[in-house]
């Protein structure tokens, strides 16, 4: 198989930080690869994906993200090495069984590589799973740029092998999406599977058996703590009684704000790439050196926190600063964040070259539904039938986007799968509600959701948006995909046989940009009582495109109408539509010729007739 991926050692090649993972697993010989895609660490899925047929590996997509981790701690149970992979708020999903499987350990080895997003790019919170970590019973390596997200992937896997000790690598959003030069290593075979041996002592942790397992973990992390104490990841340098430790991407904004900064003045650093356990000698012997240190980490104050605790009880004079002050807990940091933290903690005046002059600021770009997304046409409808007469839950997914005027169909939103259950106990208390899901999440948490709907009799309107694929996060596959799409290696769920298979017996299907029949079905449901499930097809217009090769549509509204544009702007906010000055518009390169704005718009509907 000739794939970029594959190739030999030796080379040097420019990657994402997920493809540097992608590599890094198979020069480790992982055995099988289990996710729940979600951004920033699609890629990496992604990249297996495109790379099952060589045969190395066994790869899957799950519907989510408890289920992956299950898998693949079942599968580093039997014996294989498992790479897990999903996005931060994905571990909330799956921290159930990750508490219990470091109790019991995995003798094939498992890595859960989570991938979290300071500044909340493409996320709902901006949690640091280091907390996780620590909180699990994980050693946790942080990776700060490509080559790192290369060597770091094979030390957990290695280190998770040896120790039966699960292991988290946490990229954040720079990581996963920065690109570098990486070095590849040579392709081994896939790594043997140690067999099964039968032990419930070990793997049944009933109470009496966990009570064990605890202090067996405990134990194990304190030999890991030695690894962590030699690993060539955590580095010292520089001289002087100014320090700084820096774990994951800081560690890369640091350097490049070093240059700015004359040699003379440079801090001593102490960079933290595997930050659990902590290094604690080595941490406690860099400490004994300076009289002042910043820390620098996005997220919380997790080392800083260590590091306070570890000069206490050692009575280091040391004096310890990062997120009281001059840094923060909130998203992202950059070089001249970290120039002037240096500064405001150490003491640094002088520059070695002049700042860079300020960033022009861009236009704002509002997040927006694509041009012809079946999902506006199903917002508009639900806009004329409800208005503001019912409260509208929404979740996670593309159609999140609905939150904006004109179309405002998302009220509230907590996590994924939430819509359905969140919604029924609003409604026991408020207005109606209707409750927005898409196909992907709809089988990722929706389905509980609606059984538990069932079972209490809530009174909801269901409608699950279903564009054939797992849209937001790049085109993956899902139990309601069709069978073509899907290939021999999966099967598709009929998403109306699944929700009546749940117990609910008023249930309808529309095309989504059948204005006419969206209206009338949700008129008819509109003051029903009981649970209402109203399913509305259509592909994904990107994914159509790509994908299905499905050409555009006729574009009846190509030809420039100021009157038609300026309604189907101020009521749907296509798009393709557009405002110059006092004229409005048409984007024929936008235009997909959905034929909606030609059902809503009576303006367009006379243009067409005449």
Same mark, same amino acid.
């Given at each position: 198989?000739?794939?970029?991926?594959?190739?030999?050692?030796?080379?040097?090649?420019?990657?994402?930080?997920?493809?540097?993972?992608?590599?890094?697993?198979?020069?480790?010989?992982?055995?099988?690869?289990?996710?729940?895609?979600?951004?920033?660490?699609?890629?990496?899925?992604?990249?297996?994906?495109?790379?099952?047929?060589?045969?190395?590996?066994?790869?899957?997509?799950?519907?989510?993200?408890?289920?992956?981790?299950?898998?693949?701690?079942?599968?580093?149970?039997?014996?294989?090495?498992?790479?897990?992979?999903?996005?931060?708020?994905?571990?909330?999903?799956?921290?159930?069984?990750?508490?219990?499987?470091?109790?019991?350990?995995?003798?094939?080895?498992? %890595?859960?590589?989570?991938?979290?997003?300071?500044?909340?790019?493409?996320?709902?919170?901006?949690? $640091?799973?280091?907390?996780?970590? /620590?909180?699990?019973?994980?050693?946790?390596?942080?990776?700060? &740029?490509?080559?790192?997200?290369?060597?770091?992937?094979?030390?957990?896997?290695?280190?998770?092998?040896?120790?039966?000790?699960?292991?988290?690598?946490?990229?954040?959003?720079?990581?996963?999406?920065?690109?570098?030069?990486?070095?590849?290593?040579?392709?081994?075979?896939?790594?043997?599977?140690?067999?099964?041996?039968?032990?419930?002592?070990?793997?049944?942790?009933?109470?009496?058996?966990? /009570?064990? !397992?605890?202090?067996?973990?405990?134990?194990?992390?304190?030999?890991?703590?030695?690894?962590?104490?030699?690993?060539?990841?955590?580095?010292?340098?520089?001289?002087?009684?100014?320090? %700084?430790?820096?774990?994951?991407?800081?560690?890369?904004?640091?350097?490049?704000?070093?240059?700015?900064?004359?040699?003379?003045?440079?801090?001593?650093?102490?960079?933290?790439?595997?930050?659990?356990?902590?290094?604690?000698?080595?941490?406690?012997?860099?400490? !004994?050196?300076?009289?002042?240190?910043?820390?620098?980490?996005?997220?919380? #104050?997790?080392?800083?926190?260590?590091?306070?605790?570890?000069?206490?009880?050692?009575?280091?004079?040391?004096?310890?600063?990062?997120?009281?002050?001059?840094?923060?807990?909130?998203?992202?940091?950059?070089?001249?964040?970290?120039?002037?933290?240096?500064?405001?903690? &150490?003491?640094?005046?002088?520059?070695?070259?002049?700042?860079?002059?300020?960033?022009?600021?861009?236009?704002?770009?509002?997040?927006?539904?694509?041009?012809?997304?079946?999902?506006?046409?199903?917002?508009?409808?639900?806009?004329?039938?409800?208005?503001?007469?019912?409260?509208?839950?929404?979740?996670?997914?593309?159609?999140?986007?609905?939150?904006?005027?004109?179309?405002?169909?998302?009220?509230?939103?907590?996590?994924?799968?939430?819509?359905? &259950?969140?919604?029924?106990?609003?409604? /026991?208390?408020?207005?109606?509600?209707?409750?927005?899901?898409?196909?992907?999440?709809?089988?990722?948490?929706?389905?509980?959701?609606?059984?538990?709907?069932?079972?209490?009799?809530?009174?909801?309107?269901?409608?699950?948006?279903?564009?054939?694929?797992?849209?937001?996060?790049?085109?993956?596959?899902?139990?309601?995909?069709?069978?073509?799409?899907?290939?021999?290696?999966?099967?598709?769920?009929?998403?109306?046989?699944?929700?009546?298979?749940?117990?609910?017996?008023?249930?309808?299907?529309?095309?989504?940009?059948?204005?006419?029949?969206?209206?009338?079905?949700?008129?008819?449901?509109?003051?029903?009582?009981?649970?209402?499930?109203?399913?509305?097809?259509?592909?994904?217009?990107?994914?159509?495109?790509?994908?299905?090769?499905?050409?555009?549509?006729?574009?009846?509204?190509?030809?420039?109408? $100021?009157?038609?544009?300026?309604?189907?702007?101020?009521?749907?906010?296509?798009?393709?539509?557009?405002?110059?000055?006092?004229?409005?518009?048409?984007?024929?390169?936008?235009?997909?010729?959905?034929?909606?704005?030609?059902?809503?718009? #009576? &303006?367009?509907?006379?243009?067409?007739?005449?």
């Amino acid at each position: 198989m000739n794939h970029p991926l594959l190739a030999p050692a030796g080379g040097t090649h420019l990657l994402l930080g997920n493809e540097a993972v992608v590599r890094g697993a198979l020069e480790t010989g992982v055995n099988f690869v289990s996710c729940y895609p979600g951004t920033p660490s699609s890629e990496v899925p992604d990249g297996f994906r495109s790379l099952a047929a060589s045969g190395r590996f066994v790869f899957e997509y799950s519907v989510n993200e408890k289920v992956a981790l299950e898998c693949a701690a079942g599968a580093a149970l039997s014996g294989a090495l498992c790479l897990v992979t999903m996005k931060h708020v994905g571990v909330n999903v799956a921290a159930d069984p990750l508490l219990t499987m470091t109790y019991t350990g995995l003798p094939g080895g498992l %890595v859960l590589l989570s991938a979290d997003d300071p500044g909340c790019h493409s996320s709902q919170n901006e949690q $640091d799973n280091r907390l996780y970590a /620590r909180f699990a019973g994980m050693p946790c390596f942080e990776p700060a &740029s490509a080559q790192e997200c290369l060597d770091m992937t094979k030390a957990a896997l290695l280190l998770a092998r040896e120790s039966g000790q699960p292991v988290m690598l946490r990229t954040t959003t720079r990581v996963n999406h920065l690109r570098g030069p990486v070095r590849f290593g040579p392709l081994p075979d896939p790594a043997p599977v140690i067999p099964f041996v039968r032990d419930p002592g070990r793997f049944v942790p009933v109470p009496a058996v966990a /009570r064990v !397992r605890h202090r067996a973990m405990a134990a194990n992390l304190e030999r890991i703590r030695t690894v962590a104490e030699n690993s060539p990841f955590n580095r010292e340098s520089g001289e002087g009684d100014i320090g %700084v430790v820096a774990s994951g991407i800081s560690r890369a904004y640091l350097h490049d704000a070093l240059l700015s900064v004359a040699p003379e003045l440079r801090p001593r650093v102490f960079e933290l790439g595997m930050s659990l356990p902590l290094p604690v000698k080595a941490l406690a012997d860099f400490m !004994r050196r300076v009289r002042s240190l910043l820390v620098l980490e996005e997220g919380e #104050p997790f080392v800083e926190q260590a590091l306070h605790a570890l000069a206490h009880s050692l009575s280091l004079p040391v004096e310890i600063r990062g997120k009281q002050g001059p840094l923060e807990i909130f998203g992202e940091y950059s070089v001249p964040q970290v120039l002037s933290a240096l500064r405001v903690s &150490s003491g640094f005046s002088g520059e070695k070259a002049a700042a860079p002059a300020s960033s022009v600021a861009l236009p704002g770009r509002p997040p927006n539904l694509c041009p012809g997304c079946a999902h506006r046409s199903a917002f508009y409808a639900a806009r004329k039938v409800f208005g503001d007469d019912v409260v509208y839950a929404s979740d996670i997914g593309c159609y999140t986007l609905g939150l904006l005027p004109p179309l405002r169909t998302a009220d509230f939103l907590f996590c994924m799968g939430s819509s359905i &259950s969140a919604g029924s106990g609003f409604a /026991r208390f408020g207005k109606p509600v209707v409750a927005f899901i898409g196909d992907s999440t709809f089988f990722h948490s929706g389905l509980t959701g609606l059984v538990n709907a069932v079972f209490n009799k809530h009174t909801v309107l269901v409608v699950i948006l279903d564009n054939g694929t797992t849209a937001m996060t790049g085109h993956q596959p899902n139990p309601g995909m069709d069978q073509e799409a899907l290939g021999a290696n999966c099967t598709h769920l009929d998403i109306e046989s699944v929700v009546r298979g749940c117990g609910v017996t008023r249930v309808a299907r529309a095309g989504g940009y059948n204005q006419k029949r969206l209206l009338a079905l949700m008129r008819e449901m509109k003051d029903a009582t009981g649970v209402r499930v109203l399913i509305v097809e259509e592909p994904c217009v990107l994914y159509a495109r790509r994908a299905l090769k499905k050409k555009r549509g006729q574009k009846a509204c190509a030809a420039r109408q $100021d009157a038609a544009a300026a309604e189907c702007l101020e009521s749907l906010a296509c798009p393709a539509f557009y405002r110059a000055g006092e004229t409005c518009g048409v984007n024929t390169d936008l235009c997909t010729g959905c034929m909606v704005c030609v059902q809503a718009s #009576p &303006s367009f509907r006379a243009q067409k007739q005449g």
